[in-house]
């Protein structure tokens, strides 16, 4: 019996949260996560981005997975509640925290 990479790494069944899901490296994680069958949202300022993102992601991984875009701002504990508050009500929980966000500050 050959054992396929793809099987050892297998992420089915856990969820997986990515801060800045919905910038150019957050969605390449998001897509690698996808890949591997982990449940993925997709977190960042523009909730409108990180929404569309999560419905590209579930058509093009399908049914074996599942996505949600959450508004997460990481200077607002506000937001960061409600971001967890989601997943807790969609996925019951979190096993992966990818922190990819920035505060969009450079050389502060």
């Known amino acids: 019996m050959t054992i396929m990479l793809k099987d050892l790494f297998s992420l089915k069944n856990r ?21 591997l069958g982990a449940n993925v949202v997709i977190a960042s300022r523009d909730s409108e981005k990180c929404k569309n993102a999560a419905i590209a992601l579930q058509n093009a991984f399908g049914s074996d997975i599942r ?6 701002n990481l ?34």
């Not at 996505?67 to 997460?72: H, K, M």
């Not at 509640?81 to 096993?95: M, R, S, T, W, Y």
């Open 15 to 35: 969820t997986a949260l990515v801060t800045g899901g919905a910038g150019y490296l957050g969605l390449a994680i998001c897509e690698a996560l996808a890949e």
């Open 67 to 72: 996505t949600i875009g959450l508004r997460l």
């Open 75 to 108: 200077l607002e504990p506000e937001s960061v509640a409600n971001c967890i508050q989601g997943v807790e009500h969609e996925f019951g929980g979190l096993d992966i925290l990818v922190n990819n966000a920035w505060s969009g500050k450079k050389n502060s």
